[in-house]
């Protein structure tokens, strides 16, 4: 699957990336903002489908839906609209991000 999407600057920029499945993807981008690194995943569990951004290292948010049949091609888009520099990274890579996260917060 190939989804295209804008970076809005002064001047608008068409991107491509190829994704194989937009139930199990892994990215890794820029803030636009600050520059710091953005993870993006999304990933499916026995239950459930799960969504997930860490955003410069400092926040994270997520969803999750008990319908793994959902639509996440504008989830996508969203993020890569958002960020810049994408790219396609492996789940470990997606994992360690999100346990470095998680040994921040850890109580």
């Known amino acids: 699957m190939v989804i295209e999407y804008e970076i809005n600057k002064f001047v608008t920029e068409k991107c491509k990336i190829e994704i194989e499945d937009s139930k199990n993807i892994f990215l ?16 499916t569990t026995e ?22 049949n959902i639509y996440t091609t504008i989830d996508i888009k ?3 609209e958002f960020n810049r520099n994408v790219q396609v990274i492996t789940k470990n890579e997606f994992k360690e991000q999100l346990k470095s996260f998680l040994s921040v917060v850890k109580m």
């Not at 489908?49 to 999750?64: D, G, L, M, R, W």
């Open 28 to 43: 890794k981008g820029q803030n636009r903002y600050d520059g710091l690194s953005t993870y993006f995943g999304i990933w």
């Open 47 to 68: 239950k459930y489908i799960v969504i997930a951004t860490i955003i410069s290292n400092k926040n994270i948010s997520y969803e999750y839906s008990l319908d793994k």
């Open 78 to 80: 969203k993020y890569l």
